[in-house]
């Protein structure tokens, strides 16, 4: 899991395709009118409660306001949003399905409200200085800054704000589309005055996906194909714009001088470094020994392999590379190797239980991973919203609707994976795993099993890169002692991306954020919708009405008490329908730099703030050899 030039009422079609961009009718743009009944102004948005912080604050607490504007910073892709690839990209536009995108390019757009790392649901004014929002809380009407400008001069106006909630709702990427279904429309009331309306059955947390959405210009997409591909980098208005690219090697940004922006209590003491450049590898190797010579120069490791057995150099024996490991008070993200049920040989869940039984994760931790992380069992660990022990009253109220349509264990001690005896073949689980595939009509034929059908078990494990075949390859020897064919296919990056985009694989691994508060984005990985479309982030498929109805309670919920048990029901439903095989986190961040670098005295209370807090240190710099 993860940022309209009004010309007058009248309406006018823009993009190939004919998608409008709203203005409301004429007598409506009036700001200083007196609030209606029930309505209410605020420089930001939360989900529950007031503002941390007051209308005048002057910047969030965590930066440093007069650090320096200086250097580069040069890394990896680590998250992907849109249709951004890890190891290649053949497109600057990444808000929509086709192509591979590139690295980066949230950081050439502006958005409406700016989120803080010290709160975990609540946006401030970035774009918008203040909103107005109805008492039913359906329509928000955000003021807009007047001098706000896209790069090239021009001025950003409710109506290009209008253009681009519509424009991502009907033909962006299917995430954008999935969580914007909801919004009922967005109209331009006059140059600096966007409305948006949400539907009566709008989500509890629309508002704040409305406000972190990108903004685009209508005048420069006017005569563009927003669907299809491009080299050529959109119009923006962020703190960045690209710089320079080399097709599938890297990308560089250039920080805007005189970005319109920078002054705002939301920007102070952020977006420090002149340029950022992202660098492309398809091999986790080569990419270290690119840290090692200095090609990068900030690298956040996730193998641990690599982190205790390679940073060993002579730049980290001579103190100009640092390492550390960062605590981050963040909840786990959900990685794990996903069934896709959409194929025959996964939908019955006896048989995904059964392969689930064959990964050893005691032995591969010991053996494999210097014992350094913990094992997942739930797709909200380390965090309150994980479901333990049985139910409550509370959770049950909410489960009881569906008891025929779940398994026995919903309703029962949750489900978590059983502990191994660290032999890495387990001959106890290997024979629960052997039962349940007979259970479930299969049947052996000499070293081979056989699927109810008389087909024979074959399992394709498919990634673009071999960094998790250590893990995977003992994985697979487990089930092979059952009578499967389980293999891994490595593909490019590219090829991979096209097939998940379509859901031709047996099981991927992925590794997913649900955020710090659950809330309507679980409709993209989870829900039903999501996995009936091309480019859907729901990879496993999973189709389940329990699973969609409790992803509306918590979209719907109206305290964190409510959020808290649809959340840990949500949670119960997931893991006992088996779905995926859960991998293993980390609980916090190992990153390597050079030492050029240098970081506020404060940390925010979510996330570690690096290296995005960080600003360049000439003095450091000069000290560790570290080129700018």
């Known amino acids: 899991m993860t940022k309209n030039r009004d010309r007058g009422p009248s309406r006018r079609t823009v993009v190939a395709g004919g998608l409008a961009a709203a203005v409301a009718p004429a007598g409506l743009s009036g700001w200083d009118r007196a609030l209606a009944q029930g309505e209410t102004e605020s420089h930001g948005l939360s989900l529950f409660g007031d503002l941390a912080l007051p209308p005048d604050f002057k910047h ?124 009922e429309s967005a109209v331009a009331d006059s140059d600096e005055i966007a409305t948006v309306t949400l539907s009566a059955n709008r989500s509890r947390d629309l508002h704040l996906v409305i406000g972190g959405m990108p903004i685009l210009s209508e005048a420069y997409w006017r005569d563009r194909d927003f669907e299809a591909a491009t080299m050529e980098s959109p119009l923006g208005s962020g703190a960045y714009k690209v710089a320079q690219f080399e097709q599938g090697r890297f990308i560089e940004f250039a920080l805007v001088p005189d970005y319109w922006g920078k002054d705002l209590p939301v920007n102070v003491g952020q977006n420090n470094f002149a340029r950022m450049r992202y660098e492309y590898y398809r091999d986790r190797q080569v990419a270290f020994e690119g840290f090692k010579s200095g090609v990068l120069n900030y690298n956040q490791e996730f193998t641990s392999r690599f982190w205790h057995t390679l940073y060993d150099f002579p730049a980290i024996r001579e103190n100009r590379v640092k390492r550390e490991e960062l605590e981050t008070g963040l909840p786990a993200t959900a990685q794990g190797w996903w069934f896709n049920q959409r194929r025959e040989q996964f939908k019955d869940i006896r048989i995904r239980k059964a392969i689930a039984l064959c990964f050893d994760f005691e032995w591969t931790n010991k053996n494999i991973m210097f014992s350094s992380y913990r094992r997942t069992t739930s797709f909200f660990d380390n965090s309150d919203f994980k479901a333990v022990g049985k139910p409550s009253p509370e959770e049950l109220a909410l489960l009881e609707p569906f008891r025929d349509k779940a398994p026995p264990e919903t309703f029962d001690e949750v489900w978590v994976p059983p502990v191994s005896d660290g032999s890495g073949a387990d001959r106890n689980l290997l024979r629960q795993a052997d039962q349940l595939l007979r259970d479930a009509g299969c049947k052996r034929q000499g070293n081979a099993l056989m699927l109810p059908d008389g087909k024979p078990f074959r399992i394709e494990f498919l990634d673009f890169q071999a960094a998790l075949q250590p893990h995977t390859q003992p994985f697979q020897a487990n089930l092979k002692r059952l009578g499967i064919d389980a293999f891994s296919r490595i593909i490019d990056a590219a090829q991979y991306e096209a097939r998940m985009k379509d859901f031709d694989f047996d099981i991927a691994s992925r590794n997913m954020s649900n955020g710090l508060i659950p809330g309507d984005t679980l409709r993209i990985v989870y829900g039903s919708e999501s996995g009936k479309h091309s480019g859907g982030r729901n990879m496993g498929g999973v189709d389940n009405p329990c699973v969609d109805a409790l992803i509306d309670r918590i979209g719907r919920a109206e305290s964190m008490q409510e959020i808290t048990v649809a959340t840990r029901a949500l949670d119960r439903v997931m893991r006992s329908g088996h779905y995926w095989v859960p991998m293993f986190y980390l609980g916090k961040e190992w990153v390597a730099y050079w030492d050029a670098f240098s970081r506020p005295d404060v940390k925010p209370k979510y996330g570690s703030g690096a290296p995005g807090l960080w600003w360049w240190d000439a003095d450091k710099a000069k000290a560790s050899g570290t080129q700018g």
Do not use: C, W
Request: net charge positive; glycine share 8%; hydrophobic share 40%.
């Open 60 to 183: 969030f607490r965590y930066v440093n306001p007069n650090a320096p504007k200086a250097g580069i910073l040069r890394i990896q892709i680590k998250s992907t949003s849109g249709n951004q690839n890890f190891d290649t990209f053949n497109t600057l536009n990444h808000l929509v399905l086709r192509g591979d995108g590139a690295a980066g390019m949230d950081s050439i757009y502006d958005t409406l409200m700016s989120g803080t790392a010290d709160e975990a649901s609540a946006q401030y004014g970035l774009v918008a200085r203040a909103v107005r929002v109805s008492g039913d809380k359906r329509v928000y009407r955000f003021l807009l800054r007047p001098e706000a400008r896209f790069h090239d001069g021009s001025k950003l106006t409710a109506r290009d704000v209008a253009f681009s909630l519509n424009i991502l709702k009907a033909k962006g990427h299917p995430s954008f589309r999935v969580i914007l279904q909801q919004m």
